[in-house]
């Protein structure tokens, strides 16, 4: 009689062993991009000019770009910009590793370590800009790094014009100038 309980007690020993044991369900695929399933259209390579009354005042480049809302707004990945004044001349340039542009709203927008640099030596790094072209204005609720030749600002938040001239902090960090001149 003792047997058929050895039996049972073997059978629950390798049932429950056997429910303990990970079983791996189907593989799952990882998409490495959403953008592109929900995107009009995708194009490689993009580059567009961004002008106001015939002037150029921006080149847009891509190596990605997303359409969406009937091709009115576009993000590039990664983004590289060269602005330009009101006479075309080239003012400053930037990269972003995404960036999206609102054709309706003319907006222009940079993500994810975001730098600017001008032709006259003025560097600023943030997280997050934007530009205004109905405004030609740049701006950032972000925190935010610039240096110049004799001055670095670190703050949170600015606006400025698009050439970084006229430059209004939210919220100071910290500053650091060179010699100042004082006149007789």
Known sequence: MRQPFSVLAWLSTVALASACQKVDGPPVGVRPDALADSADQVLFGAHFAITDRGVRRADIDGDTAYFFHDNTRMVLR???????????????????????????????????????????????????????????????????????????????????????????????????????????
């Open 78 to 184: 990664p983004m590289r910009g060269r602005f330009y004044g009101s006479t075309g001349a080239l003012d400053g340039i930037m990269q972003a590793r995404e960036g999206t542009y609102d054709t309706r709203l003319a907006l222009l927008e940079g993500r994810g370590d975001v730098v600017v640099n001008t032709l006259d030596g003025k560097r600023l790094q943030t997280p997050f800009l934007k530009y205004d072209q109905r405004l030609d204005q740049i701006s950032s609720d972000s925190s935010f790094f610039l240096s110049e030749p004799g001055r670095d600002v670190r703050g949170i938040g600015f606006t400025s014009d698009a050439g970084l001239t006229t430059f209004r902090v939210t919220k100071l960090i910290s500053a650091k100038a060179g010699s100042v001149g004082i006149p007789k």
